[in-house]
Structure formats: structure tokens, C-alpha cells
């Protein structure tokens, strides 16, 4: 099985000695207690997000599944991040994957949509306005017999067993602002920007959100940055304003940067100084960003070198 696995690499052993320390069975009784404390943290309306490499995220689900129950396992989201990404002797890796549980069946949820488009809003038909405004052409009848209308001076009769949808002012109002289109047939067909209409509801797999390109302006230059456009996603569905957002692996920021600018309540945690401090600027450049504090709460870096190089002298070295 170890052969399959990514061997942590020398600094990874040294920053996270107690997680790695003994390999793959030290990081998941990590992080089996890790996710009994957030479990414990979130509030019965919350949802928790978890995105890990791919040698250990199929390890984590059983642990999820156990603590936060099957029951409670929403979905597994595939992020596509790259379309570029060849391999030599196996398929290119191009997802990463996000598992999403509840901690109850009362959590926050608003289903994420995305605009229509050409493309998404299958079974249609399109029409396209000189200034480039894209409509979508939707039928102009409804089940029921019904009486005939004036179109343009033409009195017309609904199809067989069919009324139309408008009553003569509603027609009349729809011709003078250019929402009726008609077919080559001269049907009339219901004309309505696609910017006006509801977005199409989103599935397990998101395609639409790229990962950041090097002249990206949000970029940071930390190793692991994820978009603001998938936590911003990911914040909107399973949050409220004021709602309270922890990350406690916050990298480069970016959920405490969403958070804010979105208006929710935030926490951001990181063992890595570079993390912080990256995290602290980002926030810093928001426009109006509320006050907030950097706080040490603890010697953690210091304690676990301590214990690992002097096991039996409870002197402080270093």
C-alpha cells in the first residue's frame, strides 16, 4: 500500500512531525481527531468542506463518514482545475475533489445556479439581437383551449387544444418592448434575454471556475492558492451573512478573504508563519476591511521540534 502513497518530503517530517511522523497511520488518527473536534465546533446549521490530495482524500471519506455519519455526506464535488495536464503512463490528473457533509438535515443551504447560456440551457432555441443580446425563444401557449389574439394587426388562433399565454394588453405590452420573436412559420414565440432568466442549477461537477492563471490579479504566490470564485461558491450555498466561516488551514487566505468581502463572520488558522502573514496582507488589501486580530496562541513549532529532538530532556534548547 506504501508504495502508492506520496512520501512526505523532508520539511513536510520536520513542519508536521506529529501528523506524519509515523506515515499515513499517524495522519489519519490526526486527522480522525481533527474532524471529532470540528464536529463538536459546528453549529447544527453548518457544513463542513474537505479538499485533500488525492492519495489520502478516499482514506478521510471513511473517517467522515464515521464521524459526521453517512447519513450526512452530501456530495462529492469534482473541481475541474486544469484542462492542460498530460500523463505519461496513466490518464492526466486534472479534478480535485471536495467532500461536503452536514452536521444535521436543518443545514444552511442555498442551491448554487449559474447563468444560462447557449450552452447550459439544453432543449431550447436561441435568438440573437443586433447588439448581441442573447435570448432565450420559449413557447408562447399553454394547455386549454382559448381564444384568438391580435399579432402585429393579425388575429391569430392558438393551436389545437392550446390558449396563449397573454391576454390582448399582455401581448400588446410584449410587442411594443420587443419580447415576441416570430418563427419562419410565423408562430410567436416568447423572446427573453438570458441575463433576466433563473441560472441553471449547478451539479457534482464544476467545469466553470479555472484554476488561477500566474497573472491572475487575486494571485499570491502561495503554492496551494485556490480561486476565490470556488470558496465564494462554496460560502454562498451552505452560509448566511454574519454566518461564522473557520478555516483551519488557510494557506494563502483565500476564505478569509471571501468571508470578509462576502460579509460573513471569520477564523483563520495555520501552523505556517508564511501562511499568516500572507493571509494578514491579503486581508489588509481589502477595501474596508473590519478591524482583526493576529494572535500566537501558542508555541507550537517550538514545543514539537522540543519533544522530537530531545525526547528525554525537558530542557528548553532551542
Known amino acids: ?52 490530495d488525492y492519495n489520502v482524500g478516499h482514506y478521510a471519506k471513511v473517517i467522515l463518514d464515521e464521524v459526521f455519519g453517512s447519513d450526512n455526506f452530501r456530495n462529492e464535488i469534482l473541481w475541474q482545475r486544469t484542462t492542460a495536464r498530460k500523463g505519461i503512463n496513466q490518464l492526466g490528473r486534472v479534478h480535485d475533489v471536495i467532500y461536503f457533509y452536514t452536521k444535521t438535515n436543518n443545514a444552511t443551504w442555498h442551491p448554487p445556479s449559474v447563468q444560462q447560456t447557449e450552452e447550459n440551457a439544453r432543449g431550447h432555441d436561441f435568438l440573437t439581437d443586433p447588439d448581441g443580446t442573447i435570448n432565450r425563444l420559449s413557447d408562447f401557449t399553454g394547455a386549454g383551449t382559448g381564444p384568438a ?83 465564494e461558491r462554496i460560502a454562498e450555498a451552505s452560509t448566511n451573512a454574519d454566518d461564522l466561516v473557520l478555516d483551519c488551514f488557510v494557506g494563502s487566505g483565500t476564505t478569509a478573504a471571501v468571508a470578509e468581502k462576502l460579509g460573513r463572520r471569520w477564523i483563520a488558522c495555520d501552523l505556517s508563519r508564511f501562511a499568516i502573514h500572507t493571509t494578514r496582507k491579503r486581508l489588509l488589501g481589502i477595501q474596508a476591511v473590519k478591524p482583526f486580530t493576529v494572535q500566537n496562541l501558542g508555541k507550537y513549532e517550538r514545543q514539537a521540534w522540543q519533544v522530537a529532538e530531545f525526547p528525554t530532556n525537558g530542557r528548553d534548547h532551542l
Open 149 to 231: 389574439r391580435i399579432f402585429n394587426g393579425v388575429r391569430m388562433e392558438p393551436p389545437p387544444g392550446r390558449h396563449w399565454a397573454y391576454d390582448q394588453a399582455g401581448i400588446d405590452g410584449l410587442m411594443a418592448k420587443g419580447r415576441i420573436a416570430f418563427s419562419q412559420g410565423g408562430k410567436p414565440r416568447l423572446k427573453t434575454p438570458l441575463s433576466e432568466l433563473k441560472g441553471v442549477a449547478l451539479h457534482d461537477v464544476w467545469t466553470d471556475i479555472p484554476a488561477l492563471s500566474s497573472a491572475a490579479e487575486e494571485r499570491v504566490d502561495f503554492p496551494t492558492q485556490k480561486p476565490e470564485a470556488l470558496l
Open 1 to 52: 500500500m506504501a508504495s502508492f502513497l506520496k512520501e512526505p518530503s523532508i520539511i513536510e517530517q520536520k513542519a508536521y512531525r506529529d501528523t506524519w511522523g509515523r506515515g499515513l497511520d499517524s495522519y489519519l488518527g490526526w486527522f480522525c481527531d481533527t474532524a471529532v473536534l470540528l464536529h463538536e465546533l459546528i453549529a447544527e446549521s453548518g457544513s463542513i468542506y474537505v479538499h485533500l
